[in-house]
């Protein structure tokens, strides 16, 4: 272990305190936000909430420095993805320390990046700074990006936005300037019941299921084939995977009900609605019709469930330069999985890029951790994002 590792971060404390706030996404997340009003509070700093309609999870805003500037955005998640089921050998929701690395759920995705953020507080006060520091905080990023929209919502109206956003998930402080998109679908399926030894009298809703499933595998395999492509991602095309299915009540039943859900992660250049156009057609043109030629009242039918677009921010951007200035690591990545950069940049046109620390290998699953010499690679970043924004 390197003498690295043996530093304390000074971020611990609020890591411990962050983490001790279960706010799997399917809880609220109003207590943990209101620690964090009361600590901006007492520095004198003001911030704004945007809620869900039911009033149980709120996304967070506040400026730090002068407020009638654009700044930097700094933006995460509250949430996190739920514990249950997984082998955890110490307790999720709080934070042990052992080998260099802090245990517990949300240390690496991602409360660890927002509680060394607030950390620096004192310091950003204390440097009176020249250009803003402006805070992002979201609920329910972890089930399809969910809060951020009524952030947008809130900071669309606002007469001065961010200048630039960098979202804190999980790189290994590398510089990340696109990621895929990504839409979640519902597909339901009506059939007829019939007893099994008469399917001729039925509609299999698994059968017929089963067949689109198939055509949404055959898209999958077309677009690995053919692309388009884009190059620097880890998967270079537009994916489809079918991931969950439901259906059937007994096996002596002819089905009248199979639902499955699939999503598609689109390269941040391909629209992914012709793709959906797609998967329809072939259900209501080719299998809807042989389901109404036993029954009228048998249907396909397509619900979304969650999605968020693509992020792509070109090199040249003031963002991706002044970002890989502060990590001082060169070179930029592409990833697959999705953030609320997408909506920041398509919604607001504030240029962003995803850079935080920890791996996003250690994320979602059982013994999450952050290596404690991530923690301080990012307490120095944020020295330097300080003494960037202060006067000269």
Not at 148 to 175: D, F, H, N, W, Y
Not at 291 to 299: E, F, L, Q, T, Y
């Amino acid at each position: 272990m390197n003498t690295t590792q043996l530093q304390t971060p000074k971020s611990l404390a609020l890591i411990e305190k962050l983490i001790s706030f279960d706010t799997t996404s399917y809880k609220s997340n109003l207590k943990l936000i209101e620690y964090i009003q009361d600590y901006l509070s007492e520095y004198g700093i003001s911030s704004q909430l945007a809620f869900n309609e039911e009033k149980t999870k709120a996304n967070l805003y506040a400026t730090i420095g002068p407020q009638e500037k654009s700044g930097v955005m700094l933006s995460g998640h509250t949430d996190v993805v739920p514990v249950t089921g997984q082998a955890w050998d110490t307790d999720p929701f709080c934070v042990t320390q052992k080998d260099g690395m802090l245990f517990g759920r949300g240390t690496c995705d991602m409360k660890g990046f927002i509680a060394i953020v607030l950390s620096y507080l004192p310091e950003m006060i204390a440097a009176k700074l020249d250009t803003p520091v402006h805070l992002a905080f979201s609920y329910d990023e972890e089930i399809g990006c969910v809060g951020a929209r009524r952030l947008v919502e809130m900071m669309s109206g606002m007469p001065i936005k961010p200048a630039m956003c960098i979202v804190g998930e999980p790189t290994s402080l590398q510089v990340v300037n696109a990621h895929k998109g990504k839409l979640a679908q519902r597909i339901t399926v009506n059939g007829l019941e019939a007893h099994s030894s008469l399917p001729h009298l039925g509609v299999n809703a698994i059968d017929f299921a089963a067949d689109l499933i198939i055509f949404i595998r055959e898209l999958a395999r077309e677009l690995a084939e053919n692309g388009p492509f884009e190059e620097g991602f880890d998967v270079t095309y537009t994916t489809l995977h079918t991931g969950k299915v439901e259906g059937g009540v007994a096996l002596n039943i002819v089905p009248k009900h199979c639902q499955f859900d699939f999503e598609i992660r689109n390269i941040p250049g391909q629209d992914p609605q012709p793709l959906l156009d797609k998967v329809m057609a072939y259900a209501k043109g080719v299998l809807e019709p042989k389901m109404k030629a036993v029954d009228d009242n048998c249907s396909i039918e397509m619900s979304p469930l969650s999605g968020y677009p693509g992020m792509f921010t070109e090199e040249e951007k003031e963002v991706v330069e002044f970002v890989q200035t502060l990590t001082e690591i060169k070179g930029l990545k592409k990833i697959t999985f999705g953030t609320e950069g997408g909506l920041f940049t398509n919604a607001l046109h504030i240029p962003t890029v995803v850079c935080g620390p920890g791996s996003i290998e250690q994320a979602h699953k059982p013994n999450e951790f952050i290596e404690v010499a991530q923690v301080l690679a990012m307490e120095s970043f944020m020295d330097k994002l300080i003494t960037a924004l202060s006067p000269s």
